[in-house]
Structures are given as C-alpha cells and as structure tokens.
C-alpha cells in the first residue's frame, strides 16, 4: 500500500469510504485499488496511460493491464468522445459510483433488518441487550444464519425456559447439521421427532406378556 501513502503525502484525495473498506469484496487488488484513488482524483478523465505510469511510479505495461481489469470487472469504462472535434478515449467512473451507490444501500437495508432483530431479541426476553450479546448476533449473522432461523432459535430457547445464549448458539449449531435452515425445516423436524417418540413410546406400552397371538 505504499502507493497510497505517496498519494496521500501530496494533498487531499477524495476516497470514497465504502471503497476502502469493500475493495477485496469487490474483488480489486491493491494496485487496483490505487489506480482507482488516482483516477477519482485525477482533474482530467482523459486516458493517458503514461501520465498514470509516471505518477504512480508503476510500468507502463502494469497500467495497461490494471485498466483493463477495471474494465473487464465492470468498476470503470474506457469511452470514445469528441474534445475540439478530436476522438479522444476518457475514463468514465459511473459504473464505480454505482456500485458504492448500491453498496450504500445495502448498508443501510442491513443495519435497519440488524436493528429490527436485535429488538425482537429484546420483546423475547424481555430485558435490553448487553454488548457482548450484540456481537454474538453479529457473529450467526456473518456465520450466514438468516434472521428466520436466528429467530426460530431464539424461540425454541425461549419455549424451553432458557435465554442463555449459549443455548441458542447450541441450537443453530444442531439445526446446521442437520440441514435446517427454514422455519420450515424446524416444524419438519419438529413433528419428525414427535412422531419417532410416540412410536417409541407404543412400542415400550406394548403388553408382550398378554398378547394372545404369541400363545
């Protein structure tokens, strides 16, 4: 990352939040990543592969390529337009802004479902969230746990007498192998294990003595 440390030294740059802390989700190397700095910053959107060389102290061929990737990516377009009637190649940048653009409202969409489920944890179990609990829930969410089956979870414990949420974590780790990922899947399994304990339950009633077909 020295390149942007150089970039920085020399003044302000506008860098967009989202983009440094989502560049490797956006699948962008580093390198990448400080072409793009460069080209945001740029007062000129003419393509000029050399100046970007020269600036960034990087070959002339690694720029070639690095755009080119960009491009094939989707995060910025090389366009053909006309300046003082001559055909000049720029770099045009709305495909990145809209990417952050959805990206953006993808934080918010996910922060407002996050603090819906952690107020429904709260009705539940009738009491307010510590920290650690806030980061437990963070944690089944990065895990790729849906709300649905964090829920269910929590309702089972809940059912059961118990809010310890080592016990919900237990339970989501149950409903994980055994392939349970719907409240769906849960009342299946649910009436799956009803029915397995009253054949069971038949079957020690049983009264083997006085059967009369065994005489």
Known sequence: MNQIAEILKRGDIHLPYLLLTNYK????????LVVL?????????????????KTLDLKLNDVLEIINNLT????????IVKIN???????????????????AMGKSSQRKDQSDLFSKFEEELG??????EYEIIQGWLELEYTEEIILCALKEAVYNGVS????????LLEWHKKGIKTKDDV????KEFKRAKSS?????????LNDKSNS
């Open 85 to 103: 009637n001559l055909r000049t190649e720029v770099i045009n940048l709305d495909l990145l802004y809209e990417k952050l653009a959805f990206m």
């Open 37 to 53: 700095i460069y080209l945001m910053n740029n007062e000129s959107s003419t393509y000029n592969p050399k100046d970007i060389s």
């Open 127 to 132: 009491r307010g969230l510590t920290g650690m």
């Open 200 to 208: 069971k339950k038949e079957l020690f009633d049983y009264d083997w």
């Open 187 to 190: 009342e299946k399994n649910r």
């Open 164 to 171: 310890n949420f080592r016990y919900i974590d237990r339970i």
């Open 72 to 79: 094939e990516k989707g995060i910025i377009s090389v366009d």
């Open 25 to 32: 989700k956006m699948k962008l190397t580093e390198l990448e």
